[in-house]
């Protein structure tokens, strides 16, 4: 067996051993231009990048220029707010997202990046009727980071503006609005197109349309023969109109057929089912990847995304967000956490 020389190193090994021979400050300096997701993957390599990754100077690159500022907005005093060091600091704001401006905004970071995100809640928007009880009530919910949501009892103009400075946000990023908000018990939003904007003011603006109906987002169910998905009631509504044709296409005099038969029958029509009821986009949308239908949060909370939008940074504008439903018909029992803003990545 030939004994190994330093010639059958990897470069990895090379790589590793030229970082062992730089001053810390060096290396400091190196992981101050990378990320906080890539400061911890390094960290878990070698001790030279451990030892590095601790430092205050690191984690305090990857905080907001104003983060001081910012946490002064806080409705917790300075005083309740201490921490060992700036990565404990990062991760609190990244963890435990404060409330501000008299908790009319939610301030985070986004733990990879170290971006900023915000969540306008319900009573910094501009909602038609918001302050008529007949139409809008405001109630607090134990599962809310708000004091107070807003309640749809009954409006046929269905109209929720947003607005938040771009100065606010991080520069050079992509951004998208979601609107948050709970669906379960309402009504009058079923398969009912609603019209979602986001864009500068005095600039182009992106339109798409969206569905806020709960029967796509919470009572979907998938087949065994990965055809997609398809709402509970519609289901129910096929199984009726297909087992009605069944029956009613028997001979006069024949037995009423049993259930094996009827099993077949469904499982020979299964590929009709989601064939006639998959969602369509509507023509000339401008739909997302992320399709124009809510999606489960971890936090109880559906989400919807109401636009994207690239803040290039330098100028401090004013990002306009809207959602709109003026068809006439009565709607009841959408819930309102707020419009979140957040980075969002290209797939």
């Not at 001081?68 to 990565?87: A, G, M, P, V, W």
């Amino acid at each position: 067996m030939e004994s190994s020389t330093i010639d059958d190193r990897s470069p990895e090994s090379d790589v590793f051993l030229v970082f062992s021979s730089l001053p810390e400050g060096s290396v400091v300096e190196i992981l101050k231009r990378t990320t906080p997701r890539d400061a911890c993957r390094l960290s878990t390599l070698a001790s030279v990048f451990r030892s590095a990754a601790e430092s205050d100077a690191v984690w305090k690159s990857f905080l907001p220029p104003d983060y001081k500022e910012i946490i002064d907005r806080s409705l917790e005093s300075s005083s309740q707010r201490h921490f060992s060091s700036k990565k404990e600091l990062f991760f609190s704001l990244c963890d435990s997202p404060l409330l501000i401006d008299g908790g009319r905004k939610s301030f985070w970071l986004e733990k990879k990046s170290g971006k900023k995100c915000y969540m306008l809640a319900a009573r910094e928007l501009g909602i038609v009727w918001g302050d008529t009880p007949e139409y809008w009530t405001w109630p607090s919910l134990p599962e809310s980071r708000f004091s107070e949501v807003a309640f749809l009892n009954d409006v046929c103009w269905f109209d929720v503006k947003g607005k938040i400075d771009t100065g606010m946000l991080s520069s050079r990023t992509k951004y998208a609005a979601y609107l948050v908000f709970d669906s379960r018990d309402s009504y009058g939003f079923e398969e009912v197109e609603v019209k979602s904007s986001v864009g500068i003011l005095g600039d182009e603006i992106t339109e798409k349309i969206i569905y806020l109906d709960k029967e796509t987002s919470e009572e979907e169910v998938e087949d065994e023969a990965g055809y997609g998905y398809v709402s509970i009631e519609k289901v129910r509504s096929w199984m009726n109109d297909t087992l009605t044709e069944l029956y009613t296409s028997q001979e006069p005099g024949k037995e009423l057929l049993g259930f094996e038969d009827v099993s077949a029958w469904m499982n020979n029509n299964l590929s009709q089912l989601h064939s006639s009821h998959e969602p369509q986009a509507p023509e000339d949308s401008t739909e997302s990847s992320d399709g124009p239908y809510p999606k489960k949060r971890g936090d109880r909370w559906l989400e919807i995304e109401l636009g994207e939008f690239f803040n290039g940074g330098g100028e401090n504008l004013e990002l306009q967000i809207s959602i709109t439903q003026h068809d006439g018909h009565w709607k009841h029992g959408l819930i309102i956490e707020g419009i979140e803003i957040r980075p969002k990545e290209d797939l």
